[in-house]
């Protein structure tokens, strides 16, 4: 089983450029999430879903957008890039009785 | 809201001496924890958890973590360190009331030195 599988794994953009980070997972998850990862500040949540067609904000959600259409893809969208968002991105599933299980990052910086 | 906090930003140890990593939660209903390790590039990965029942629990390479819930910690600890455990240490939490999100503490880097 692949598990959680984040593309790209690097990018960089320009700022106001946009994009989509993906993120697919084979392991019948209900809940997928979305953080960030700054030096020195651990993970911040940006969004996440407990089921197909639902979706919520996380802590940090301002900048980004999220849809949630199947059970096993949570792609993460940024429109209109900025410096702000450099960051590594990770994303994670869980049941909800378990851990989370992570992808292993995208890392994106915005010049 | 909940909150997790850390108690070290950076440890330095010399291989074989003993570790424990503090970590403390805010949320006073009933809750999940765990510790994650991230190798330097890499994902965070599960080093153990706890949902109930024994407070000490024993997670891999050697880590065990105790919870103390008068006192809101789950302090991570190794009897003996090696050099392969330089890494960064995430404590983190979830809860029912908190829709099963993971919040995370600003993570402790731990410097092991040969």
């Known amino acids: 089983n692949a598990g959680v599988t984040q593309t790209p794994k690097f990018r960089i953009l320009k700022i106001g450029q946009s994009m989509t980070l993906q993120c697919a997972q084979d392991?019948?998850?209900?809940?997928m999430y979305w953080y960030r990862q700054d030096p020195g500040m651990g993970l911040k949540l940006i969004y996440y879903?407990?089921?197909?067609?639902?979706?919520d904000k996380g802590e940090v959600p301002n900048g980004y957008n999220v849809s949630r259409s199947t059970t096993e893809d949570f792609p993460l969208r940024l429109e209109l890039a900025a410096p702000s968002q450099t960051s590594v991105y990770f994303c994670?599933?869980?049941?909800?009785?378990?851990?989370?299980?992570f992808g292993q990052g995208t890392r994106l910086t915005v010049v | 809201a909940q909150s997790v906090s850390q108690h070290n930003h950076h440890v330095i140890l010399s291989e074989a001496a003993s570790l424990e990593l503090g970590c403390n939660y805010s949320?006073?209903?009933?809750?999940?924890l765990f510790w994650y390790v991230q190798y330097p590039g890499q994902h965070l990965q599960l080093l153990l958890k706890?949902?109930?029942?024994?407070?000490l629990v024993k997670g891999i390479k050697g880590f065990e973590a105790e919870f103390i819930k008068s006192k809101f910690s789950f302090n991570l600890r190794k009897p003996s360190v090696q050099w392969s455990d330089t890494a960064e240490y995430f404590c983190?939490?979830?809860?029912?009331?908190?829709?099963?999100?993971?919040?995370f503490g600003p993570g402790t880097r731990l410097s092991v030195l040969p």
């Open positions: 994670a599933t869980g049941t909800g009785n378990t851990e989370a299980f």
């Open positions: 392991m019948n998850h209900n809940y």
């Open positions: 879903s407990v089921g197909a067609g639902i979706t």
């Open positions: 949320y006073g209903g009933t809750v999940n």
């Open positions: 706890y949902f109930s029942g024994d407070p």
């Open positions: 983190a939490v979830n809860a029912d009331n908190y829709g099963q999100n993971f919040v």
